[in-house]
């Protein structure tokens, strides 16, 4: 396999654009990670799409050949990768298999979703379609509801606490603050989030993550290549992909996700470096929970642990791991499919010394994480320094 | 690059299935694949899925999860690739990359749609979702009437007869009538097929593709291995995946597909073999017109020469090149996600000596050949005898 990295980034503001089309967010974004990689869009062989529904949300199925055709590589082979939450992920990741592999040199992994602008009941609709509807969409099994048992399982195993759970939150919505990318760019405080009107206990509105229009670009070539084109390639070190049941029944735990587990490990073992050499992370928080479960089945903390972690400070800005400084699905947003290549050009621009008010100093090391389905997806990857 | 083989192979009897539900057919052609290879389900290391719109059809999203967890094998990585029409076949050249970087041993490439059921105004919105609906939706470019106009064309470029276009349908209900896994398995008689009800001209409705349940599956792994493991392996000789525009407006040709042409070109590079050598091929006959201007693209016949090509004989079984001998997405059926797929277990069948009444005699080398959207994706698969 071949080094891979990345020479060009680029993400749409993300938010509720009513006024933005489809092919907007694509042209702004895809156009974007061309101009900032300074190469000829014509040497992109291959283009990678990340989309969850845009038959339900916006009429409009193969994003993969739109996406092409918008950005003037309609003759270039596209493909469109669904995995629910984890969509986004899993075309970064076969992009980065296509170079490493050698079947192409340079290619664009691209996410796009533009979920906002429906009735609030159909938005619920096509997202609960991720989880399977066949055994389980007749019990209620959604995402909040999903999530939502997992978080009460973990309260009662490891006491964590309702409190540590909104300050997921506050952080996420403090980073998202000093992001200008973020769909909410506003502090809420701690006291406020645990008030605010429940969803599903234990969680309240604050504890679920957006539904966000964007779309997110970025362009992967060998290292080699990516030296002599850019001043500051991003090396992508490690990937994984892990699956895990998608019928919430046949899991085997409530408290961890096991799909994240071995993306992890194989990112890791790929990467050849130590979870303590990881300098920030972008990870799922889908719910406040799940960015606590994240940090403890990515191996970051011992499992029960990721409450108090969060509750010391660690995963703030300035703590010892920075968790989400995009604001994370809570306050950057979720567009479903761009979220795992937002987070990757979230880490380019960390990696680039680009991240403004909220740069983690000499980040050297940056992991990403998505998780997909009722936790049956996830796709890791870990990102690097050239120097 | 590794050299690759399918070592399983199972499709379900395509039909309009009433009573057999997604995880009926899913586990029929799974564990039908996986018994005629002959291994432990635990040794399928990854599964890709194509489905085109589990949405739409089903309510069901994440077709890469679902697949996997009622195989048994949901806590192995698992994707789904969509390309319209060409779904399928990305997911068989997906499985094979895989296998050939080294990346898995032993992959499953899958394909499942389930389209029946709904108000068939429902079932064409959903089709039509595969072209631009942001440009082109409200000038009703769908499937029909945007193959039409390739036909209108190609009559009056080349001389293409009603006639001929007819005579593709004829055989591929002849050809079907021999496949007990096809839909439609009968013969329908030239005058009937020309005097049938028009759906848009020059199509009547025996000139359309059905809309179809299945489910298929294939098990890949490499050349060595499939070797040790089973009597008759398949090689996966060459793969290709051609991309054009998106938008019809957009595309600069209406008597070809650019996509075929580059598909069948990067497979014939990597195969090494010649246009002379084919002895079968599997061809979207999404509509009549369809399969005529396939066999130009795919460069058997120069450009213009498919409709005489045809009414020779020549692609009908016993004729120099037999076409769709399953019957095709004409009378096979084409369950959207699922054909790419099918096609991959019929000329695997061909290639073992297993196609019974629709055998081509010493047939060494097939083809199979998908279009997605309107000829925006194809993906191009050539098989070929272990011996």
Redesign the interface.
């Known amino acids: 396999?071949k080094e891979t990295s990345i020479i060009g980034a680029y993400e749409t503001k993300h938010g509720d654009h009513k006024k933005l089309?489809?092919?907007d967010l694509i042209a702004e974004a895809g156009n974007g990670a061309i101009a900032d990689a300074g190469i000829d869009r014509a040497d992109i062989e291959?283009?990678y799409v990340g989309n969850?529904?845009?038959?339900?949300f916006?009429?409009?199925?193969?994003?993969?050949?739109?996406v092409?055709?918008v950005l003037g590589?309609?003759?270039?082979?596209?493909?469109?990768?669904?995995?629910?939450c984890a969509s986004g992920g899993?075309a970064v990741r076969?992009a980065m298999?296509?170079v490493?592999?050698?079947?192409h040199e340079t290619v664009m992994a691209f996410g796009v979703e533009k979920m906002n602008g429906l009735d609030p009941d159909k938005t619920m609709?096509?997202v609960a379609?991720?989880?399977?509807?066949?055994l389980e969409?007749g019990y209620c099994i959604s995402g909040p509801s999903g999530f939502a048992m997992n978080a009460v399982r973990h309260m009662h195993e490891f006491g964590t606490t309702r409190e540590q759970m909104a300050m997921v939150a506050e952080k996420n919505f403090y980073h998202g603050s000093l992001n200008p990318y973020a769909h909410k760019q506003r502090i809420i405080k701690l006291d406020r989030i645990i008030k605010a009107p429940q969803v599903s206990y234990p969680f309240g509105i604050h504890d679920v993550s957006l539904v966000t229009d964007a779309a997110a670009a970025v362009i992967i070539t060998t290292r080699e290549r990516a030296k002599a084109l850019v001043k500051k390639p991003v090396r992508i070190l490690g990937s994984g992909?892990?699956?895990?049941?998608?019928?919430v029944a046949?899991k085997g735990d409530s408290v961890s996700f096991?799909a994240s587990v071995?993306a992890a490990n194989e990112a890791f073992n790929m990467a050849g470096i130590q979870r303590t050499e990881i300098d920030v992370l972008e990870c799922h928080d889908c719910f406040t929970v799940t960015e606590i479960i994240n940090i403890e089945d990515l191996g970051f903390v011992e499992k029960g642990k990721g409450g108090p972690f969060t509750a010391e400070g660690h995963t703030r800005l300035g703590g010892k791991l920075p968790v989400n400084t995009s604001g994370g699905l809570k306050a950057k947003g979720h567009p479903i499919g761009c979220t795992g290549v937002g987070q990757i050009v979230e880490m380019t621009f960390q990696l680039r010394d680009q991240a403004e008010g909220r740069q983690v100093a000499n980040a050297k090391h940056a992991m990403t994480h998505v998780l997909?389905?009722p936790g049956?997806?996830s796709a890791v990857h870990i990102l690097g320094r050239e120097d």
Chains 1, 2 share one sequence.
């Open positions: 396999m089309g489809l092919r291959a283009v969850y529904a845009g038959t339900g916006n009429g409009q199925n193969t994003m993969g050949s739109l092409a055709t590589l309609g003759d270039k082979p596209a493909m469109r990768l669904e995995g629910a899993l076969q298999l296509a490493a592999s050698g079947q609709k096509i379609e991720g989880q399977d509807q066949d969409g992909h892990g699956g895990d049941y998608f019928t046949m096991p071995k997909g389905g049956a997806v």
